[in-house]
């Protein structure tokens, strides 16, 4: 019997022989499956794809498990999921009845696929597939994290509103390390954070350096940017270089973090840029923020000792996604530092 698995709205159970009408409502409409390689289903059809469902739940181990969706609020059988293995990977998919369509729950099967897939199953990579014009398709794998791997022409069966013979196809898939970063951004920019307007910042020195605040940058929604402080790191009355603190927690920062800092070549190896972090703490505490990320090169051996130093916790390497502006740089791995704010 498969695992029964629950969404903010749905609950995902086995499928049994009285989902019939509630099936045939979505697989027999041709309507409903414009875009899909098979139907619509004739009666016969939807009878054998609820027998085979029944039949792969109850085999030891299952290796393909479906799964019908149904609302919490009422009861009703609305669509269906599905997580087929293959090795140490699976493909998932998923399909909705129309009137049920641009309601954000082909996103919430799609994701708990993955959380089933990778964090009960282990699996190593997810796959998903769709006929590269199913706009709502696509859409949902990318809003669950899941990466564009490739467009292969004319390799499936076209949808049903085209006269062609063949129709093209996108795949997007995910690895286990990118599940679990996604799982790691979802908490940090759960963390709190307040931001009334930018404080006046304090003297910050520690005797041998001092941080000169040189710029409050606001807020710039339109490109997910959070508030920050620049501020030049200052050695007597020569700068040596510069370290920047970002108010606030969203996705880019989870690979970009919420602090920065360069010191001028001929300044390295005073220890300076550590200095400057343990300088910043008081900023920092005073927006309410509890943990800072710190982010590296991971070929950036130097970066990562300053990490190191100050007791930073290392997270992970994280692949950069392509949306990311540091993977736009050229950038592709990141380490990822975690430091407490006490």
């Given amino acids: 019997m498969l695992k029964q698995l629950e969404t903010e709205r749905l609950l995902l159970r086995q499928f049994n022989e009285n989902d019939f009408d509630a099936v045939h409502g979505y697989a027999g409409s041709e309507e409903n499956i414009i875009y899909m390689p098979w139907g619509p289903n004739s009666e016969e059809q939807t009878h054998d794809f609820i027998n085979r469902a029944i039949a792969h739940a109850a085999e030891t181990p299952c290796k393909n498990y479906q799964y019908a969706a149904v609302m919490k609020s009422d009861g009703k059988l609305i669509g269906a999921c599905d997580l087929s293995l293959s090795g140490d990977g699976a493909e998932i998919g998923w399909i909705l009845h129309r009137d049920n369509w641009k309601q954000g729950l ?46 292969f022409i004319e390799c499936r069966p076209v949808h049903k509103l085209s006269d062609k013979k063949y129709g093209d196809e996108l795949c997007y898939a995910m690895l286990i390390d990118e599940w679990e970063a996604h799982r790691e951004m979802e908490y940090y920019n759960g963390l709190p954070c307040v931001f009334d307007g930018f404080i006046d910042v304090p003297e910050l020195t520690d005797g041998v350096i001092r941080l000169v605040c040189i710029s409050k940058q606001p807020a710039n929604p339109e490109k997910k940017r959070v508030p920050g402080y620049g501020f030049a790191i200052c050695k007597g009355g020569e700068k040596v270089g510069e370290i920047s603190l970002r108010i606030g927690y969203v996705d880019n920062l989870y690979y970009g973090g919420q602090i920065g800092y360069n010191v001028d070549e001929n300044h390295r190896g005073n220890g300076y840029a550590g200095r400057a972090c343990r300088l910043v703490l008081p900023v920092a505490k005073a927006h309410g923020m509890v943990k800072l990320l710190i982010t590296n090169d991971y070929a950036n051996k130097a970066s990562r000792r300053v990490c190191e130093k100050l007791g930073a916790r290392f997270v992970r390497t994280a692949r950069l996604p392509e949306w990311n502006d540091l993977y736009i740089e050229g950038g592709r791995f990141e380490n990822i530092f975690e430091w407490s704010v006490e």
């Fill in 106 to 151: 082909g996103a919430e099967m799609g994701k708990a696929m993955l959380d089933f897939g990778f964090g009960e199953l282990k699996l190593h990579r997810i796959t998903a597939h769709c006929d590269a014009e199913n706009y709502g398709s696509y859409r949902v794998m990318e809003k669950i994290g899941m990466r564009r791997e490739g467009l």
